[in-house]
Every structure is written in structure tokens, then in C-alpha cells.
């Protein structure tokens, strides 16, 4: 069975500062893997995903992750804060259950807060 | 257009009541997805919907009743909801052919049971 681990139900940082935020995953199978962001009282919006084409994931808004199977992770990162980037991020595995369906299992998910 | 669209946004029912929550996508998807989220908490899958076949069943309470009526359209039936049912619900949509595919999610109708 697919799981994904956050570690940190909450992050601060202050703004221009680097963003990391870290997401461990259990796979039996080559996993995919996802991030997602949700602002207040919004749906979810991918930020980057992970279909084993590269390790290193480049996605909007400047977010970035890198797949480290060694470590079993898939940290997402930031160079830069801004503001803006304030949100619940969360890690996604694909469940494999049924072959064809994207279904995702989501991890409990991190808030980030960004000082000004 | 990339986009789910779900009505009503905001929905505050009885016990008693009878509702339906609406998904709607434009993007030729053959999958489409019922999350439930609670406060401070992931979404939790509820129902999958394959080429309008009902797919996944997550074990939901039969007060819950989804429909699939074309590709394009996904209802949640709501019927003897409880006051621990009230959540944003979620609705997302994917194409087929594989778990890389990402889910496109709606904005959720936020439900309130009283």
C-alpha cells in the first residue's frame, strides 16, 4: 500500500527566506508523486508532480522538488518566500489500487506561514 | 478552460433535508473524484467514477449517493446527513489511462449540517 509522511504540521519562515518542506512516501511500486497547495477556503492546485521521467521537478510559482529514492522522499522547496506563498501544502501518493484510476492518498499536510 | 466547476458553493441543511451537490468539467475527463475534507484535515476519498462506471466505494454511509449522469457531470446526493457529515466537499476530475495523470480539483461546496 501507498503513504506519504509530512513531517511538520506547521512551518514558518520569514519572507525571502528558503522554503523547505519535507514529505517521506511508502511505496511498493514505483510511486508517483504530487504536490498540492490550498489556500483558505479554496480547492487544491498542483504545484509539481513526479512520474519517474526526472528527479528533479520543476513546478509553478517557483517550487521545486527533488525525488530521492534512496531516501524515499520528495521534499518541496523555495528559494525564495513570498507572502503569497502562505498555504496548506499538500504530498500526494498515487494509489495504485485498480491499475487504471488516479486516485490520490494524501499526507496530513503542512501549513506555511510567511513573515513579513 | 482547465476547470471544475462546483454548486453551490456554501449549502446549510437539516437533518432532515434532501440536497445535491454539483460537479461539472469540460476537459474531456473519464474520471472524476468525491472528496470529503474536514477542518484541519486532507481530503478523504469518498467515490470514484470511471468512463461513468462507479469505480471506488469507500465505504460511505448510503446517506451518500453519488450519480454520474455523463462524462461530464457528477452529483452527490445528500439525504438524513448528520451534524459530523458537514465538511468541504471536493470534487476533482483526471483522464484515464494511469495514476501520473494529476487530479484537477473544484473550489468544494462547504456543507453545514444542523
Known amino acids: 500500500a501507498q503513504s506519504v509522511t509530512q513531517l511538520g504540521s506547521h512551518v514558518s519562515v520569514s519572507e525571502g527566506a528558503l522554503v523547505l518542506l519535507r514529505c517521506n512516501y511508502s511505496?511498493?511500486?514505483?510511486?508517483?508523486l504530487f504536490w498540492y497547495v490550498q489556500y483558505p477556503n479554496q480547492g487544491l492546485q498542483l504545484l509539481l508532480k513526479y512520474t519517474s521521467a526526472a528527479t528533479l521537478v520543476k513546478g509553478i510559482n517557483g517550487f521545486e522538488a527533488e525525488f530521492k529514492k534512496s531516501e524515499t522522499s520528495f521534499h518541496l522547496t523555495k528559494p525564495s518566500a513570498h507572502m503569497s506563498d502562505a498555504a496548506e501544502y499538500f504530498c500526494?501518493?498515487?494509489?495504485?489500487?485498480?491499475?487504471?484510476?488516479?486516485?490520490?492518498?494524501f499526507g496530513k499536510g503542512t501549513k506555511l506561514s510567511v513573515k513579513p | 478552460d482547465t476547470e471544475v466547476t462546483q454548486t453551490p458553493k456554501h449549502l446549510v441543511m437539516g437533518m432532515t433535508n434532501k440536497k445535491s451537490l454539483k460537479c461539472e468539467q469540460h476537459m474531456g475527463h473519464r474520471a472524476m473524484y468525491w472528496y470529503k475534507q474536514k477542518a484541519k484535515k486532507p481530503p478523504e476519498l469518498m467515490f470514484v467514477?470511471?468512463?461513468?462506471?462507479?469505480?471506488i466505494n469507500e465505504s460511505v454511509p448510503s446517506r451518500f449517493s453519488p450519480e454520474c449522469p455523463n462524462s461530464s457531470l457528477l452529483n452527490l446526493h445528500l439525504h438524513a446527513l448528520q451534524p459530523e457529515d458537514s465538511a468541504l466537499y471536493l470534487c476533482?476530475?483526471?483522464?484515464?489511462?494511469?495514476?501520473?495523470?494529476?487530479?484537477?480539483f473544484g473550489e468544494g461546496s462547504r456543507l453545514t449540517v444542523l
Open positions: 467514477y470511471s468512463y461513468e462506471k462507479l469505480s
Open positions: 511505496s511498493s511500486v514505483p510511486p508517483y
Open positions: 476533482a476530475s483526471s483522464q484515464e489511462g494511469g495514476g501520473y495523470r494529476e487530479l484537477f
Open positions: 500526494a501518493v498515487s494509489d495504485r489500487r485498480g491499475g487504471s484510476q488516479g486516485n490520490l492518498i
